[in-house]
């Protein structure tokens, strides 16, 4: 059956759940109930994995209760309870019970799915200090003197390096902890990670103490992230013994470092989190990052332990299943202000930095750029500002120029001169158009004789020759050319090779997208570094179309002829494309589907406090129009501009295109498998 674009699983994501029913302690009956119904719902919700507390059958807190029969056989009929009910469910459940095991008693987390039990694993750290003495009444995993145990009648796995994949879900390789496995220095699941576990699970009782919560957020942070995997955390909640403990019930789903979901603590009811976990992410992260191989390599003794048990569910492929999480429209820049201050302070540092170190190894003092009036330039040149400022040189070391040509309009000229002003550079304006018109004439252009013709040329004749001016600038007045163009022209091919804004002796900008060059030089209006003056010329900037101002328009226009985004699509659609695919290399239709899941919703992604950001709505055929031509330009056409950008610091982890970074690319290959992958995008 073809996959159905409007559904998670036909794009490697897999619904998860943690739950915290209430339960009692000591009635495995009434506890067997609460998980099957949770469990249910879970799978009601399209869930495929449901993990469940420690010992949540009888509750962590029955102490010397654990020593009697009745309480364990009562755990085994609630467990067999849960194995039938699982029969009908099209999710694994891992719920937490003792198992006797031989003439030893352990501590479990038990696998059930399709009405089987499909391994059982031990604990094998257990805490004996503080209010902890588990190792009263258990043994540890290596105290296991066999690898199977016999539940109803069938010869079930034991032990400690089960793995548990899902036959039809294969990127879904799920491994079992139990609480203070992932306390410990080396956690088990580090070991089930290199194995091939995408999602290593915590089954976990964990009382509450003042500062305990979220130490257990950066234990399992860091646990997802250094694993490069998911993470769900369980602990026990209302009902557990009270007696010298109290329990908050925190559930927690981390996605390589990432918070997905995270259940209210201290509730008063059983509740249930979910998590859309990218498995496919998850897979290509450890790919890309090589050394996880090599610790595979180092480990290989642990690693070859690991047991691999594969079974099959009814994957919820039919029908319509959304994304459940958050897709940020903007993945270059986070939504939460604070964060994204932070973002805004560690790009403009980063750039400033490197634009130092730079003129500090070549001796030079001074720099030359181009003013515009528009976003780009803007924002290099209140780089060099601050440069400048932190070398302890005059401001007017900035050799600035504004050069305008045909289609220069009087909104961004005047825009470029008050920036200048504001910013206390040399500045000065270099009418470019007789040199324009000297080269068009040598030429044989129409346009030199009196013909209206504004072909490529006629543009890149502009172009060229502001670069021209620039390098020439630079070698008079022994200063070094700052470029100005962005990592989202760069990978969209818009910029002009060569002798064009393509080139510089140094790019503050070159891994710096559009949609974050945007929230910059706001950063920078709303900061006031610039004086009032020039924070109404940074917003003023900010609310001008984006042009390459190239082609003159009619007379009496009030819009610039060329707009950009009418050709090359919408910047903050290109960078959400530009991330995904550059980052992760997800094929277009899983994009599309981040797409979608992103902008097709209303105020999906839309920052209250911050007007400038795009209310914009985008539906399903325009996603697919502009991914293509994305995909074409990048591809197809313009790799052989990346092949020799000059130099320029790298700012994010979402990459850079310099063949000396993040990308290196045949300049001669062909789109079509890309081009190809479009048709599963309905339209």
């Not at 504004?454 to 070094?480: C, K, M, P």
Request: proline share 5%.
């Amino acid at each position: 059956m073809k996959n159905n674009f409007f559904n998670l699983y036909s794009h490697d994501f897999a619904r998860v759940a943690v739950a915290t029913p209430r339960c009692k302690v000591a009635d495995p009956v009434f506890n067997a109930a609460e998980t099957i119904r949770l469990a249910q719902e879970a799978a009601r919700q399209g869930a495929v994995l449901v993990a469940f507390p420690e010992l949540g059958l009888s509750a962590y807190t029955c102490d010397d209760l654990f020593q009697q029969r009745a309480l364990l056989d009562a755990c085994e009929v609630a467990l067999k309870d849960v194995v039938s009910a699982s029969a009908t469910l099209s999710a694994a459940i891992i719920v937490g019970l003792p198992l006797r095991v031989g003439h030893q008693l352990f501590n479990c987390g038990v696998v059930v799915a399709g009405g089987r039990v499909l391994g059982a694993v031990p604990k094998s750290f257990l805490p004996n200090y503080g209010e902890f003495y588990e190792a009263r009444q258990f043994s540890p995993a290596d105290c296991a003197s066999t690898t199977t145990v016999d539940l109803f009648g069938e010869s079930v796995p034991f032990g400690a390096e089960l793995l548990f994949e899902v036959a039809n879900l294969p990127l879904l390789r799920f491994h079992v902890e139990i609480c203070e496995d992932v306390w410990v220095p080396v956690p088990p699941s580090s070991f089930a990670a290199l194995a091939g576990a995408t999602v290593l699970v915590n089954l976990s009782a964990s009382n509450v103490v003042v500062g305990k919560s979220g130490y257990r957020h950066q234990l399992v942070s860091q646990q997802s992230a250094r694993c490069l995997a998911a993470y769900l955390y369980t602990s026990a909640g209302l009902g557990e013994s009270s007696t010298d403990m109290a329990w908050d019930g925190q559930a927690l789903i981390y996605e390589k470092g990432e918070l997905l979901a995270e259940a209210e603590r201290f509730s008063d009811a059983s509740h249930i989190v979910y998590g859309d976990i990218d498995l496919e992410r998850l897979s290509r992260e450890r790919f890309h990052t090589t050394t996880f191989g090599h610790s595979v390599r180092r480990h290989a003794a642990e690693v070859s332990k690991f047991r691999v048990i594969r079974f099959e569910l009814d994957v919820p492929r039919e029908g319509d299943l959304p994304l459940a999480r958050t897709i940020e429209r903007f993945p270059y820049v986070p939504a939460d202000p604070a964060r994204r201050d932070e973002r805004c302070t560690e790009v403009y540092n980063i750039q400033v930095q490197a634009l130092v170190q730079r003129l500090s190894s070549s001796g030079i003092s001074k720099v030359v750029i181009g003013v515009s009036g528009g976003l780009d330039s803007t924002h290099a040149l209140l780089v060099c500002a601050k440069a400048m400022d932190r070398l302890n040189l005059p401001r007017s070391n900035i050799l600035a120029y504004t050069m305008p040509g045909f289609a220069t309009s009087e909104r961004t000229l005047k825009q470029a001169k008050d920036l200048m002003t504001a910013v206390g550079c040399a500045a000065k304006e270099i009418d470019i158009r007789p040199s324009c018109i000297q080269m068009l004439k040598d030429l044989g252009h129409p346009y030199a004789e009196g013909k209206e013709e504004y072909d490529v040329t006629f543009e890149n004749v502009q172009a060229g020759e502001r670069t021209s001016h620039l390098f020439r600038l630079a070698n008079f007045n022994n200063a070094i050319v700052i470029g100005t163009g962005d990592l989202s022209e760069l990978a969209l091919g818009w910029c002009t090779y060569g002798v064009g804004d393509h080139m510089s002796h140094y790019n503050v900008n070159a891994s710096v997208p559009k949609t974050l060059i945007t929230h910059l030089v706001r950063w920078v209006a709303d900061s006031g570094a610039i004086g009032t003056g020039g924070s109404d010329v940074l917003i003023n900037i900010l609310d001008t179309e984006i042009s390459p101002e190239l082609v003159p328009g009619k007379a009496g226009d009030t819009k610039p002829a060329q707009s950009t985004e009418r050709v090359i699509g919408p910047y903050e659609m290109q960078d959400f494309n530009l991330y995904y695919i550059l980052r992760y290399g997800f094929a277009p239709s899983k994009v599309a589907f981040l797409s979608y899941s992103a902008w097709s919703k209303r105020d999906a992604g839309v920052w209250p406090d911050a007007p400038h950001a795009s209310r914009n709505e985008y539906a399903l055929p325009e996603i697919k129009r502009v991914l293509g031509i994305f995909l074409h330009r990048f591809f197809k056409t313009s790799q052989f501009k990346r092949s020799c950008v000059p130099n320029g610091p790298k700012v994010g982890n979402g990459g850079s295109l310099s063949p000396r970074g993040d990308w290196r690319a045949p300049s001669d290959s062909e789109a079509t498998v890309w081009m190809n992958d479009l048709v599963n995008i309905p339209d």
